[in-house]
């Protein structure tokens, strides 16, 4: 397995698309929920951008809003690193 993702947040994005689509604020608002922390906006879209130019999350335009979704390589990559993190663990 190549290196995925260096970013924990990038991977923790990619977890939250996984089998779902999302807009924008509304996955901003889950890992802020989940990290209990505020996300610097900048830094969010920063995230999305990188995932988007490694072909791992893809987004289109419904209405006003970005919606973003896990691209069939970005789920592969997450599945794959599910796997070792399980292995690793001895529960797989």
Wanted: aromatic share 8%.
């Amino acid at each position: 397995m190549t290196q995925f993702l260096q970013s924990g947040r990038r991977r923790d994005i990619c977890a939250l698309l996984a089998g779902e689509s999302m807009q924008a604020q509304a996955l901003k608002s889950r890992l802020e929920s989940t990290y209990d922390t505020r996300i610097d906006p900048q830094s969010f879209y920063g995230a999305l951008d990188a995932l988007e130019d490694q072909g791992f999350v893809e987004t289109r335009t419904e209405g006003i809003h970005d919606v973003y979704e896990l691209t069939d390589a970005g789920a592969a990559r997450l599945n794959e690193h599910v796997d070792w993190l399980l292995s690793e663990t001895g529960r797989a």
